[in-house]
């Protein structure tokens, strides 16, 4: 089977609107969660998120938008998805060929416009423009119609966890020869109803969210998308023709399970079995990982329960740290957004000091990287759990 | 691709194997919407059943019987097609946030309103720690869930899956498609369906589940191959439903396989929406005049995942376990009474709103 070379990146997020600005704002450490207010509900200015500060109508300027019933989560997907084209380098032919699929995710999809939503379900209205725009496959059919795509189209919705899944699923789309280049990726944006859903919940937190702290609150949650161009064996072939593309990284391992414990919380047999399952597929042993992106979301049970796995499955863990605490949880976007973080370790043999860090869970004792540094990394992991108990775990490598 | 060794199916008519499968008798619409006949759930625990979303009872429903069925060898993971699985606790939940002005909410509709709820709760019921998966991409979320069984049983040839189309119809979503033009504005009778000459169609709902592995002995059915393509095109449609003929089938499928299997049965997914019957105009033109053409949306209504309602009526027929109704044939004869044609490969196109088509070559095992 084919091996899958990463060979383009693009990423929007709170820390910035490029892949180059979050590399940027990782290195310094910055934190884009505030108590923004760009988006309809009365916790916006009261908690703190990890919110992009554009407008919807201003991205719609940006890219150049004139369709109607085009969606925030549309234009954040549109933003990262034309990054990582004009990265990768990729041709309109090549984007249109029949061997170039698109495979997406989110959970919020158009539900960022949940009073059009709830006008139009109850028949209040004679019908917004956004009557087809609510469900979570709008974002990539947008897409797939913008660049006139002509191969398999997927969204997948794991809550969480869904675009690690999407990269998962368009390299097995490549290993089985369904494809020869995928755009894989997810996009959400900050929504009242999964605002209120967290928070009804009871796991967002008032602060600045804090992950693996022993008084960490809870999470924030974020908004932001990324897209990753993953393509086949003959990629590096490429290398000595004329406008060769850059390899950024190779997808070696990955691992779907589920915890099967519990809707809304985690036992740990899921995340451990899928951080063991990608170790088994990448054929490596523990030691060989050198950093793990943890999923790490601020909440008691999640940082918990991942520490507690990576000291079994490891017995001493490599260094980790969680992006959460930078730009909150993005949900349907976190996996890709991550994964691009995760290349970045790779690429630029560095990593990233986790925020808000003060001190461990007493149980476990772990403690996040804090600070900046290089190092020397060969293989990256990345955690992703999600509610219904949906874990995966991807492995990156140096390419 | 892989074999279908069980299938389970609650639709609005008479198929889940709790009761007698018969679809003789014809349950016609009502105000141009067609209910699953839904059965007791005698093994979901009375507590579980009661916070349960309709989609989630019917995909937990229709897994039991396959989980059951597996015995000693249960699936190795949980794969589930449904384009608006928690759409209706979806709008329950923003009820609620528009009620309490975001304040003091249970988190209950916001819990069952997540997709991945059916497949995480068969799971979760289950105790399946194995690959699980929600593939939400609308009128194809069923053809990707197929997609993947069929990577994962190359990826692990001795595993088995369960796979899964479910979606269901309810007041909150049928509104926002009736603002969208997507049903009739008279009432019909689904009896009716392919008689009508006006934009729209009926409302449907169902979940069918398949148990499937790599192995042949004991199956009920084979899927041979996959094909799926965005396109408001007649022509690229029909280009493409040429080239599955032909065998020009993405090259992670055996060509050879599908250039091999005339199919014998057309069974498409015309839905009497006058807007797109053309492309299944279009797609019977291609095939031999000779070969039978039936249909089967009078029966399950429309919705995104209505192929695998179709899937499921396939593994009978090629099964032999039922006679083809003569209420689906559009084209061709009805078989003479006590004679039981088996049909040997069944061909089945659907199309979701002018946009995404699907073909699937379905083959009976001998």
Excluded at chain 2, 26 to 37: A, I, Q
Excluded at chain 2, 108 to 116: C, K
Excluded at chain 2, 154 to 171: C, H, M
């Amino acid at each position: 089977m084919s091996r899958v070379f990463i060979t383009g990146m693009g990423v929007i997020s709170a820390i910035g609107n490029t892949t180059a600005e979050n590399h940027r704002a990782l290195i310094a450490g910055n934190c884009g969660i505030t108590k923004g207010a760009n988006f309809p509900s009365r916790y916006a200015g009261v908690l703190p998120f990890g919110e992009i500060l554009i407008p919807t109508s201003a991205l719609q300027e940006q890219l150049r938008v004139s369709d109607t019933g085009v969606t925030r989560t549309t234009l954040l997907a549109l933003h990262a998805f034309k990054e990582a084209i004009a990265d990768a380098g990729l041709s309109p032919s090549q984007l249109m060929s029949p061997d170039t699929a698109l495979v997406g995710a989110t959970t919020v999809g158009g539900m960022c416009l949940m009073d059009q939503m709830f006008d139009d379900a109850n028949k209040n209205t004679g019908g917004s423009d956004f009557l087809s725009s609510y469900d979570c496959a709008s974002v990539n059919m947008f897409l797939q119609a913008h660049y006139k795509m002509k191969g398999l189209v997927n969204t997948i919705n794991t809550a969480c966890s869904s675009s690690s899944n999407a990269i998962l699923y368009g390299a097995r789309l490549i290993k089985n020869g369904f494809a020869k280049r995928v755009l894989v990726g997810g996009a959400d944006s900050l929504s009242k109803f999964t605002i209120n859903g967290f928070n009804a919940l009871h796991i967002l937190s008032p602060e600045i969210c804090a992950p693996f702290d022993r008084d960490r609150q809870g999470l924030n949650l974020g908004e932001g998308a990324a897209f990753l161009v993953l393509e086949g064996e003959d990629v590096p072939r490429r290398e000595e023709a004329p406008g060769h593309r850059k390899v950024y990284a190779e997808l070696t391992g990955y691992c779907n399970t589920n915890d099967a414990y519990h809707p809304s919380s985690l036992s740990g047999d899921g995340p451990y079995l899928a951080m063991k399952g990608a170790l088994q597929s990448a054929q490596l042993s523990e030691d060989r990982i050198d950093f793990i992106n943890a999923h790490g979301t601020g909440t008691e049970n999640n940082d918990e329960v991942e520490s507690r796995v990576m000291l079994s499955l490891f017995g001493t863990p490599p260094p980790f740290s969680s992006a959460k605490s930078n730009i909150g949880h993005t949900l349907g976007a976190a996996g890709a957004v991550e994964a691009v973080y995760s290349i970045l370790n790779l690429v630029h043999q560095e990593i990233y000091a986790g925020l808000n860090f003060k001190e461990p869970i007493p149980a476990t004792g772990l403690r996040p990287v804090q600070a900046y540094q290089k190092m020397s990394l060969e293989h990256v992991m990345s955690n992703s759990f999600g509610f219904g108990g949906n874990c995966t775990s991807l492995i990156f490598s140096k390419a | 691709m892989f074999y279908i060794h069980q299938a389970t199916c609650i639709s609005p008519q008479q198929t889940f194997s709790g009761t007698k499968i018969d679809l003789s008798r014809e349950y016609e619409s009502v105000d141009n919407r067609m209910k699953v006949l839904e059965p007791p759930y005698p093994d979901i625990p009375d507590n579980i059943l009661r916070r349960m979303a309709k989609a989630v009872r019917m995909g937990v429903g229709t897994a039991i019987p396959l989980i059951q069925g597996a015995g000693d060898h249960p699936p190795a993971g949980i794969i589930i097609g449904t384009a608006n699985g928690g759409m209706e606790e979806s709008v329950k939940f923003l009820k609620q946030i528009i009620e309490y002005k975001e304040d003091m909410l249970t988190p209950g509709n916001f819990v069952q309103s997540i997709p991945n709820a059916i497949s995480s709760q068969i799971s979760l019921l289950s105790k399946n720690k194995g690959y699980n998966t929600t593939h939400v991409h609308r009128g194809l979320a069923f053809e990707n869930a197929v997609l993947d069984a069929a990577m994962l049983l190359k990826e692990n040839p001795r595993s088995s899956y369960l796979v899964g189309g479910v979606d269901e119809i309810a007041t909150y979503h049928h509104n926002l498609e009736n603002l969208a033009g997507s049903y009739k504005k008279e009432a019909i009778s689904s009896r009716h369906l392919y008689e009508t000459d006006s934009p729209g169609t009926i409302a449907g709902e169902g979940a069918a589940l398949f148990l499937v592995n790599g192995l042949p002995e004991h199956a009920l059915a084979r899927v041979r191959a996959l094909a799926t393509i965005h396109s408001e095109e007649e022509s690229v449609v029909t280009r493409q439903l040429q080239d599955f003929l032909d065998g020009h089938v993405a090259s992670g499928d055996e060509k050879s396989s599908v250039a091999g299997a005339k199919p014998d049965l057309f069974l498409t997914g015309e839905n009497g929406d006058n807007r797109i019957a053309h492309f299944y105009a279009g797609c019977e033109g291609i095939l031999d005049r000779e070969i039978p053409v039936a249909r089967y949306k009078h029966m399950s209504g429309e919705y995104p995942t209505a192929i695998a309602f179709a899937l499921w009526v396939a593994c009978q027929l090629v099964g032999g376990a039922l006679k083809l109704p003569s209420h689906m044939i559009k084209r061709g004869t009805v078989p003479a009474a006590g004679i039981s044609p088996v049909y040997k490969n069944i061909l089945l196109y659907n199309n979701y709103k002018g946009i995404q088509h699907s073909f699937m070559l379905i083959s009976r095992v001998d």
